[in-house]
């Protein structure tokens, strides 16, 4: 027995569950520049992003991940717990940045996933007893597309061969099997508290980031990896993407994807210990200072201050 459960975008936030599809089904439709409506999917863009997006973009722009993200993305909830998602910033009228006129997107060749979808809509769906993602599809029908009367009829199959979609969904898999897991587990995963939500947004968006984070020395004094995964995660961005969604299991789920040095949590506990006592200390010596000021005043009507 299936216990399917759908991860669906917003144009199907409805009662009424979508038709679905898979990669055998045939749709009709042709985008081109000759096309009445071409640019107007652009032109009104809603666009989530997932993290080899981001990469690709980024590093198509010659960026820096806190520069990309703050000129290019606006940030919006993934679910009711506040797990951090990014979408596309968009002009005042709602256009994409991208849009270069008549041109058409000026990142075509490492545009989003959702835009190398349109117009259909990617269902990522599980079954009973676990949490891999098996992709389905939907088909989006908007008042304003004219490519659904254009005549070609392809494959979904084919489509996202066309389209450049199999490397973004195989690398981005991995994230949208966390996503769905997170989804789908309800009050027994429980709600991440505010640095594991911090960590989840680093290690999903913000690269150069994570590729500090993992690399300094606190990193390596707690977690056991061995030298060739920093060697490659200090070059490679796809293999910094991939520790980094090791990382977000750990830090949501409890998962032991990347092992810890022996003594490694009790060294943080008792590094943790001498703060917290000279916080209590520093506390106490002002409470104390306070009080003697307070009694100064009371006798002698002097203060230090």
Not at 5 to 33: G, M, N, W, Y
Not at 112 to 119: D, S
Not at 269 to 296: G, Q
Request: proline share 4%; aromatic share 10%; with cysteine.
């Amino acid at each position: 027995m299936s216990d399917e459960k759908f991860d669906i975008p917003d144009q199907f936030a409805s009662p009424a569950v979508p038709e679905v599809l898979t990669e055998d089904s045939v749709i009709r439709f042709r985008c081109h520049k000759d096309i009445s409506c071409f640019n107007a999917c652009c032109r009104h863009a809603d666009v989530t992003l997932a993290p080899y997006d981001v990469i690709r973009l980024q590093k198509h722009l010659g960026m820096h991940s806190d520069e990309f993200l703050k000129a290019h993305t606006v940030p919006f909830q993934l679910d009711a717990d506040g797990v951090p998602g990014i979408k596309m910033r968009t002009d005042d009228n709602g256009a994409c940045l991208f849009l270069d006129g008549a041109n058409g997107c000026s990142v075509y060749e490492h545009r989003p996933t959702v835009c190398r979808y349109y117009p259909v809509a990617l269902l990522n769906m599980r079954e009973e007893n676990t949490f891999e993602v098996r992709q389905q599809y939907s088909l989006i029908r908007e008042e304003h597309c004219k490519g659904h009367e254009e005549a070609r009829e392809i494959t979904l199959r084919n489509y996202r061969r066309e389209q450049g979609i199999e490397e973004y969904d195989e690398l981005n898999k991995a994230w949208y099997e966390l996503i769905l897991k997170k989804k789908s587990g309800g009050p027994g995963i429980g709600k991440p508290n505010e640095m594991s939500l911090q960590l989840f947004f680093m290690a999903s968006f913000n690269f150069d980031m994570l590729r500090k984070f993992v690399l300094s020395d606190n990193f390596k004094a707690t977690y056991s990896l061995p030298d060739e995964t920093y060697a490659e995660v200090a070059d490679d961005d796809i293999a910094l993407m991939k520790l980094g969604n090791r990382l977000m299991r750990q830090a949501l789920f409890g998962e032991k994807t990347i092992p810890e040095k022996t003594g490694a949590w009790e060294k943080r506990v008792e590094k943790r210990k001498e703060v917290w006592m000279a916080r209590a200390k520093a506390e106490i010596e002002a409470r104390n200072a306070r009080t003697e000021d307070e009694m100064r005043q009371e006798t002698t009507g002097c203060s230090d201050n």
